[in-house]
């Protein structure tokens, strides 16, 4: 859900109609079999099937070892490697989260769902409609977040990059834009923005993707880690608070704890020297303090630390 300075200019791979629209026949076909099933059985085949995919996908299982090892130098391999297989797991509940979402939450039972901590303030500043920037990262279930407000009629934009299949991608949309929340393709978002900040509405990213050699490289788990100047350039524009939270998953259930963990509000920033470092530093930093309190929950496998700053880049080995 970010708004990345311009890509290079690159050939788009022309897809086939056909095999997008088989694709789509089949998820289809799958999601009639899912739900012939209790949504706890699904879960469970979810544990299972992220158990194998530790197993098989090997490059992933590197990757996120290797990430957890550098993140948690004070762990042990076996430590790293319950993690990282938990982690996998988290990320097949997932896709069962994400089609069951809006078959089973609804105004009147969301209690049943979900357990709010801490979220009163930013509540009440989506209610002002002054604006605010929402935050979080690849963590547990973020997807809820959006279609709650927007079940609750919060004026909520998400920002999203639409999957290669189109059918695939417009029926996702859906499931997420049928509450409420609207999404926008991050191509198009920068011409947007100025229209969704005069609507005071509140803007959601999710801030721990690589931004490239060019994002502000801030601390992130004791390594630089890239990331996008957008979101501080927009809090410093437009003088929005930025509210930073999770949605945390208890136990194997559809159940989740949503908290809000950090305020970053203008007042804070308006006497730094680098208010755009400042603000970013700040935001990562408390995405690491609520992963740290279960990082079972994280997406250890994709590259957060694929570019490197400019200093690392050009050492040099040594002779």
């Known amino acids: 859900m970010n708004v990345p300075e311009k890509p290079k200019n690159r050939k788009k791979k022309q897809r086939n109609a056909v095999l997008d629209w088989l694709g789509y026949a089949a998820m289809r076909a799958g999601l009639f079999i899912l739900f012939l099933f209790p949504l706890r059985s699904n879960l469970k085949f979810a544990c299972l099937l992220g158990s194998v995919m530790w197993r098989v996908y090997k490059r992933g299982r590197l990757r996120a070892m290797e990430n957890l090892q550098a993140s948690f130098p004070d762990k042990d391999t076996a430590w790293c490697e319950q993690v990282g297989r938990r982690s996998f797991q988290q990320l097949a509940m997932l896709v069962i989260d994400i089609f069951y979402t809006p078959r089973i939450v609804r105004k009147d039972n969301w209690r049943d769902y979900c357990a709010p901590r801490n979220i009163e303030r930013i509540k009440w500043l989506m209610q002002e409609k002054r604006g605010l920037i929402l935050l979080t990262a690849h963590y547990a279930n973020f997807e809820i977040?959006?279609?709650?407000?927007?079940?609750f009629g919060f004026n909520i934009y998400s920002i999203a990059r639409p999957l290669d299949n189109p059918y695939i991608s417009r029926y996702l949309y859906g499931i997420r834009e049928r509450k409420g929340q609207k999404i926008i393709d991050?191509?198009?978002?920068?011409?947007?923005?100025?229209?969704?900040?005069?609507e005071g509405a509140t803007l959601g990213f999710i801030a721990d993707q690589d931004a490239g050699r060019k994002g502000v490289f801030v601390d992130f788990f004791g390594r630089k880690a890239s990331t996008y100047k957008s979101i501080g350039l927009l809090a410093m524009q437009y003088n929005l608070p930025i509210g930073i939270g999770c949605t945390r998953r208890v136990g194997d259930r559809f159940f989740f704890e949503l908290e809000c963990t950090r305020l970053i509000t203008p007042d804070e920033w308006a006497d730094k020297p680098d208010p755009l470092a400042w603000i970013t530093q700040q935001y990562t930093k408390a995405i690491e303090d609520f992963i740290r309190q279960d990082p079972t929950q994280y997406w250890w496998l994709h590259r957060r630390w694929k570019?490197?700053?400019k200093e690392e880049r050009q050492k040099k080995p040594l002779e």
């Open 186 to 198: 991050k191509k198009g978002a920068t011409e947007q923005i100025m229209q969704i900040m005069h």
């Open 307 to 309: 570019h490197r700053p």
């Open 145 to 151: 977040v959006g279609y709650m407000l927007g079940l």
